[in-house]
T-cell receptor, first 110, second 117 residues
Framework: QKEVEQNSGPLSVPEGAIASLNCTYS??????FFWYRQYSGKSPELIMF????GDKEDGRFTAQLNKASQYVSLLIRDSQPSDSATYLC??????????FGKGTHLIIQP | EAGVAQSPRYKIIEKRQSVAFWCNPI?????LYWYQQILGQGPKLLIQ????????DSQLPKDRFSAERLKGVDSTLKIQPAKLEDSAVYLC???????????????FGEGSRLTVL
């Protein structure tokens, strides 16, 4: 069974700093990797996806993938209080839906 | 474009009672997912439909949970009898097709929060 490991936090970061969120996974056959954001009491929403080793940038967000180390990360530059949420790492690409980690609770301190 | 609709938003029942949740996916979305999210955990896939066929239900506790998507559109998830550990948010999501697991383009509803006393 696929497993996705994340530090549950909370991770506290000052406003304007870089927030670094990490995720490791067990299934070497996973093809797609996702970061979802979930505000308290709300449903998850997709932030970014990455398929290939290396970095992928989208605005203030950068996803990093290292398949050899089975490691995915998300960097948030110039963190804002509105970035405070739980960030879920997920694996996909198979016929069995997405497998989510427990999420990391991020707090951006003004 | 209307999003994924779920009802009821909240439900409180006693253990051993039954409950049903309804989901209407985004129009034209062939793939529908039910996830269970227990407080402090990530969503766990219960069942995945492609049109009205089941793609994966390996994590569905079939002794008490059932789900159907008879006409390939709306879906219902039922729990009977409920246990205390079933207290969770039940999230319905849809994607255009099975490629949703490649692109991550799953659109989630607001969820149905179940409390079992």
């Amino acid at each position: 069974q696929k497993e996705v490991e994340q530090n549950s936090g909370p991770l506290s970061v000052p406003e304007g700093a870089i927030a670094s969120l990490n995720c490791t996974y067990s299934d070497r056959g996973s093809q797609s990797f996702f970061w979802y954001r979930q505000y308290s009491g709300k449903s998850p929403e997709l932030i970014m996806f990455i398929y290939s080793n290396g970095d992928k940038e989208d605005g203030r967000f950068t996803a990093q993938l290292n398949k050899a180390s089975q490691y995915v990360s998300l960097l948030i530059r110039d963190s804002q209080p509105s970035d405070s949420a739980t960030y879920l790492c997920a694996l996909g690409g198979g016929a069995d839906g997405l497998t989510f980690g427990k999420g990391t609770h991020l707090i951006i301190q003004p | 474009e209307a999003g994924v609709a779920q009802s009821p938003r909240y439900k409180i029942i006693e253990k051993r009672q039954s409950v049903a949740f309804w989901c209407n996916p985004i129009s034209g979305h062939a793939t529908l997912y039910w996830y269970q999210q227990i407080l402090g955990q990530g969503p766990k896939l219960l069942i995945q439909f492609q049109n009205n066929g089941v793609v994966d239900d390996s994590q569905l506790p079939k002794d008490r949970f059932s789900a159907e998507r008879l006409k390939g559109v709306d879906s219902t998830l039922k729990i009977q009898p409920a246990k205390l550990e079933d207290s969770a948010v039940y999230l319905c999501a849809s994607s255009l097709d099975l490629a949703g697991t490649l692109t991550g383009e799953l659109f989630f509803g607001e969820g149905s929060r179940l409390t079992v006393l």
